[in-house]
């Protein structure tokens, strides 16, 4: 800090002070002081302010000017010899601060108290206007430092003396419990004593020492600027990461954009005190979009027409948020609890009559209710390539758009399809909801869909490997033995035919099962205990003989034109 005197004293010198210290040290005291939650004091830049303000105090409510301190560099003060070239500049000063904002109060501020002449002349500056004038010299001056102790250390600092003092003190060992702890706060204190704008806190991380800053006031920025900036290489070979970069700098994203460290590079600029920020090799950054989350409710619908301008469908959504950009914006709605859309808008020009837009689609139906599945794919299939619509914003039209002829259509998935039908009947003639599986084994996709057809009123064949649990009743000897011996045809009824399905037991009804060629397990005391004629209670375990299966169909079950049950193969896509 340039000075005509060693500033590293108990107290500042008003009279002795350089006038870029003075300048610094009554703005930063004028704006500490007169900033509260009713008002707010700013300090301009260059001679004269602002209209002939240096210092101002605002009402916050209404913007209004109340106060404005003229600062004058006169430390000889402005009689005597001073007084033929210093008062003109005062009057004018003053006259320049009335004629544009009409202050309520107006003070002169120098680096001396004022001899009681120089006070009788501002005193008669107003003539008549209604003003409140004054002079603050070095008494209010020591006195506002008083109370903000930290400005003048700040003022006063001389970084080199106070890394010379504390030299000593770091070395030394750490023998109580508070030595530590009363260190560090001693660092923190000396640290944010270094300016009158900032407070600095500090960290130490596996990469090193870190500093963060944080304002004293709002004006801190146009006192002392501290920038971070962000530098990308331009020769970046990823095509999809250009893409990504591109995406978010145009219109922001949701997502985050990883960067690779070779690829990015952190760089601080501020006040000499401020540390450089350190780049670490090994870790890469992530790019964010500012997100804007709605404070209400907001509806988006989409109207599908065809080309006769004739309403087509109609999906409605609620914005999730906005990301911004350099073009314009990203609206993310969700839809159906499944369905991701992201609209971009561009901001339009001067020339430009139309909103210009683009739509993204994310489809995540994992865990989704079966009805909001069905509609998201509904949803999507719907926006074909050249499908046109209408967007609105809580029923305000943003504009007709219309979906690229070359855009690829949504591919669909017939073993999805199939799947999310059939549990849309289940759901129907059961009354149940289910979520759509993560995934489902060969075995239970078959049994969702014999479970379907069942409630369907049609027959079907249950996969192969399904038992049968028969307990015997005594009777019907001859036919146990022909099933163990040779195999043989069965048929049974059951009434209440179970399935298991996402932790549900459902009752598939009243059914018929039976099977060309039945047989089961082997062994010697099933023999006997047949021979004997002991069976009345024994369990057996039946299954169809290969290639046979078992066939199965409900009571109500749909017959052809002689009467036969109908029977449905499952044709499963992607499966059977």
């Known amino acids: 800090m340039a000075s005509p005197y060693n500033l590293h004293e108990d107290r500042i010198d008003w009279s002795r002070i350089s006038e870029d210290d003075f300048n610094r040290a009554v703005e930063a005291l004028l704006v500490r002081d007169y900033t509260n939650e009713h008002q707010v004091a700013r300090a301009f830049d260059g001679k004269g302010g602002d209209g002939g303000i240096d210092v101002g105090v605002w009402r916050r409510s209404d913007n209004k000017i109340l106060h404005i301190f003229q600062l004058k560099y006169f430390p000889e003060g402005f009689t005597g010899g001073y007084r033929a070239a210093r008062q003109p500049q005062i009057r004018k000063s003053f006259e320049t601060a009335w004629r544009n904002h009409e202050p309520e109060a107006w003070t002169l501020v120098m680096p001396r108290n004022p001899h009681k002449n120089e006070y009788a002349f501002v005193i008669d500056l107003p003539s008549g206007k209604d003003v409140n004038v004054d002079i603050l010299g070095t008494a209010q001056l020591d006195g506002l430092l008083s109370e903000h102790r930290d400005i003048e250390k700040a003022i006063l600092r001389n970084g080199l003396l106070e890394v010379l003092e504390r030299i000593n003190s770091e070395k030394a060992a750490l023998t109580r419990s508070t030595d530590l702890q009363e260190r560090i706060q001693g660092l923190q204190t000396l640290a944010s004593d270094r300016s009158p704008y900032w407070d600095t806190s500090f960290q130490m991380t596996p990469f090193g020492y870190e500093e963060f800053y944080t304002p004293k006031h709002p004006d801190a920025m146009k006192h002392e600027p501290i920038q971070t900036r962000f530098m990308i290489s331009a020769d970046i070979e990823n095509n999809d990461l250009k893409k990504s970069l591109q995406k978010i700098l145009d219109f922001g994203s949701f997502d985050e954009v990883e960067i690779p460290p070779e690829a990015g590079k952190l760089e601080r600029t501020g006040p000499p005190w401020v540390a450089p920020l350190r780049n670490n090799n090994d870790t890469a950054f992530f790019l964010k979009s500012r997100i804007s989350m709605p404070n209400k409710k907001e509806i988006v619908t989409l109207d599908l027409r065809d080309q006769w301008g004739y309403s087509q469908g109609r999906f409605e959504g609620a914005v999730q948020g906005r990301a911004y950009g350099l073009r314009g914006v990203s609206v993310q709605v969700p839809f159906n609890n499944c369905l991701t859309a992201v609209i971009r808008l561009e901001t339009p020009s001067d020339k430009q009559f139309q909103t210009k837009g683009t739509f993204d689609f994310k489809l995540n139906i994992d865990g989704a209710l079966v009805d909001d599945a069905r509609q998201g794919i509904k949803m999507l299939q719907s926006f074909a390539p050249g499908t046109s619509f209408n967007v609105y914003f809580n029923g305000k039209s943003a504009g007709l758009m219309q979906i690229n002829d070359d855009r690829e259509p949504w591919l669909s998935d017939d073993y999805l399809l199939g799947l999310l039908e059939d549990l849309d009947v289940v759901q129907q003639k059961t009354g149940l909801s289910f979520v759509v599986p993560d995934s489902l084994s060969p075995r239970e996709r078959i049994m969702l869909r014999v479970a379907r057809t069942l409630l369907g009123g049609k027959g079907t064949h249950l996969p192969e490997g399904g ?11 001859e036919l146990l033995e022909d099933i163990l011996l040779n195999g043989s045809p069965v048929i ?65 079950v749909s017959g052809d034109e002689e009467g036969n049950p109908i029977f449905l193969d499952w044709e499963i896509p992607g499966l059977c």
Not at 467 to 477: C, R
Not at 504 to 531: C, H, K, P, W, Y
Request: glycine residues 6%; hydrophobic residues 35%; negative net charge.
């Open 467 to 477: 038992e049968f649990t028969m307990v015997s009743n005594g009777e019907h000897v």
């Open 492 to 556: 049974f009824s059951q009434p209440h035919f179970p399935f298991e399905f996402q932790g549900s037991r459902i009752d598939l009804g009243e059914v018929t099962v039976f099977s060309r060629r039945v047989v089961t397990d082997d062994n010697e005391e099933l023999r006997a205990a047949i021979q004997a004629g002991d069976i009345d209670g024994r369990q057996f375990q039946l299954k169809a003989a290969s290639p046979e299966t078992w066939r199965i169909y409900p009571t109500n």
